[in-house]
């Protein structure tokens, strides 16, 4: 089934379509379409070729040099850049702390940062979780110590997505310990990386690879231009951050682009003597899903359909989160199915055919995609409390 775009929607797709089609460089194509995962140099490519265009930041207003297109044009967008193979973009500096700073930084903050974020000079992370403190984030326990004009921030955050490249963290402290509520006693800070004090170990996740890290912060010091908005609200300015975070995660186009991938790994897989898409039992499962993400997709366009651009989607994110994560995660498992008993031999770093890897890299990488950002325990207690009202 195809969900027909409206006649604007329709022109829109159709320029989306023809720039991506001659900008978006072939080798980054081909690592999609050849079954490997983005590096992080076509990554940073990918987001300079957009930057150049000025189609970067698809949700900012056009004063900071974002695009504001509605949420329709930015979905549109994604899909079609994920279906021609293209990386996505990481949302920490695009969706989260940007976002953040418009809505609440101060006017230097916002000339500073977000011209930087646009050209890719500055990558940030996100400095939330710490071993203490996921799901229950109001319980972190990294403090920050305000003396003269300088805060002293100690602590240690943890899973923190590509923080061995990124140059900026913006981290959650608890500023005042005294505070009756844990929400009530946390500041908002952003802190250069390269400051003595702060320091990376890598994390090595089940899939071999090193997406994620710890970032020690002893002692560092960061002057009073370095706290976002008032002290003792970053409770406010994180849960804004993170009702964007679980948008973002919904994922619609990327797991489309995946579907068609699978598909066109049953058609040329075997099973016996006949094509993998042949075997009704495979088939039946391919079907069952596609019919969930189709599910999926129509709710997230209804959705998407009733908001304004720059508004809030904190009460629509947990459904979003929890379905497109359990999408994501079923298109591995059968994508694993499909590779077959070849995807058990597959060793990180060893030569050979990147199809027998695929399955098997992509189903270990996908078991984090129901904890990040929220996990879907977290996100069903959620709903029963704000929609349901249990
Ligand atoms: C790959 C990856 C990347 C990440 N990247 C970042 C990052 O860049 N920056 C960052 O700050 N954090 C990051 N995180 C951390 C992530 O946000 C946390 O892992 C997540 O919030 C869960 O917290 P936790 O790991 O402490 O687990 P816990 O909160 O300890 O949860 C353990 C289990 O208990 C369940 N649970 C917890 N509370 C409840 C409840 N109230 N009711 C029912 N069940 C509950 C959870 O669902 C889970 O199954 C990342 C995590 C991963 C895995």
Partial sequence: MQIIDSDEDAAFRAEVRAFIQQALPQ????????????????MIRWHRILADKGWVAVSWPREYGGCAWTPMQQYIFDEEAMLAGAPRLR?????????????????????????????????????????????????????????????????????????????????????????????????????????????????????????????????????????????????????????????????????????????????????????????????????????DFLAHETTNLRMLSTLKPGGDASALAPFLKLRGSEIQQRITELASEAVGPRAAIWQRGEEGDPLDSYGLHGWLNARAFTIFGGSSEVMKNIIAKTTLGL
């Fill in 91 to 291: 949302p920490f500096g695009l969706k989260m702390i940007g976002p953040v700073l418009m809505r609440y930084g101060s006017d230097a903050q916002k000339a500073r940062f977000l011209p930087r974020i646009l050209s890719a000079e500055d990558y940030w992370c996100q400095g939330f979780s710490e071993p203490d403190a996921g799901s229950d984030l109001a319980s972190l326990k990294t403090k920050a110590t305000l003396d003269g004009d300088i805060w002293r921030i100690e602590g240690q955050k943890t899973w923190t997505t590509t923080a061995q490249h990124a140059n900026w963290i913006f981290v959650l402290a608890r500023s005042a310990p005294q505070a009756a509520k844990p929400q009530e006693g946390i500041s908002l800070f952003l802190v250069d990386m390269s400051l003595p004090g702060v320091e990376v170990r890598p994390i090595i996740t089940i899939d071999g690879d090193h997406h994620v890290n710890e970032v020690f912060l002893d002692g560092v010091e960061v002057g009073a231009d370095m706290l976002v908005g008032e002290a003792n609200k970053g409770w406010t300015y994180a849960k804004y951050l993170l009702g964007n975070e679980r948008v973002g995660v919904a994922n619609v186009g990327q797991a489309k682009a995946e579907l068609k991938l699978l598909r066109r790994l049953a058609l040329t897989r075997k099973r016996g003597n006949q094509a993998l898409i042949d075997d009704p039992v495979f088939a039946a499962k391919l079907a069952d899903l596609e019919t």
């Fill in 27 to 42: 080798d980054i194509r081909d690592t999609f379409f050849g079954f490997r995962r983005h590096s992080w140099q076509q």
